[in-house]
Every structure is written in structure tokens, then in C-alpha cells.
């Protein structure tokens, strides 16, 4: 059974940071792609950080030079590191995990707002 449990979302005042934690279970962590995806209210999902299983990264461009996804193959948890956070950085983000042959897994989410 594959599960990806979001962790470390919360509210955060602008300019602020704040560290995405995904653990994975269930999956060949160390040969799936892993990312972020987030959804604002009344807006579609949308790709924020990928990183592949050899460690290349692709970012979304509204979150590049300050978001930096990593992973830790050992612990079967991929992270994002948020900074300079935005207002219209609120959303819930989602982490994901895609096996080599395409299929994706979707954890529940994890709720960040950026708000004075």
C-alpha cells in the first residue's frame, strides 16, 4: 500500500520559510521521481518541484531561487524548502512519487498560508 504523508506546512508571515517533509512507503522510493504539486483555492493543481531518481530538479517559474526540493533516498523522504514566501504561495501542496513506467502516487496534502 503506497502512502505519502506530508508534513511541516502551517501559516507563515511574507518573506518567511517554511520546510516541506514527505515520507514514503510502499514505493521504490530510490527509483521514483518525487515533487510538489500545489492547489489554491479555485485554481488547478499546479507542478512546483521535481526532482528525478538521479537528483536533477526542474522547478515551477514562480518558485525558482526560492524553493529547493531534495531527497533523502535513505529515509525515504523527499523535502521542499521554502523561502521568501509569498501570499500567492497559499495553497495545499500535495507530494508526489512516479514510477518509471508513468504511474503517480498523491499524498493527502498539507495546508501552507502566507499571511501578515
Known amino acids: 500500500q503506497v502512502q505519502l504523508v506530508e508534513s511541516g506546512g502551517g501559516l507563515v508571515q511574507p518573506g518567511g520559510s517554511l520546510r516541506l517533509s514527505c515520507a514514503a512507503s510502499?514505493?521504490?522510493?530510490?527509483?521514483?521521481?518525487m515533487g510538489w504539486d500545489r492547489q489554491a483555492p479555485g485554481k488547478q493543481r499546479e507542478m512546483v518541484a521535481h526532482?528525478?531518481?538521479?537528483?536533477?530538479?526542474n522547478y515551477a517559474n514562480s518558485t525558482k531561487g526560492r524553493f529547493t526540493i531534495s531527497r533523502d533516498n535513505s529515509k525515504n523522504t523527499v523535502f521542499l524548502q521554502m523561502n521568501s514566501l509569498k501570499a500567492e504561495d497559499t495553497a495545499v501542496y500535495y507530494c508526489t512519487s512516479t514510477t518509471y513506467y508513468g504511474r503517480s502516487f498523491w499524498g493527502q496534502g498539507t495546508q501552507v498560508t502566507v499571511s501578515s
Open positions: 510502499g514505493v521504490e522510493f530510490s527509483l521514483n521521481a
Open positions: 526532482i528525478t531518481s538521479g537528483g536533477r530538479t
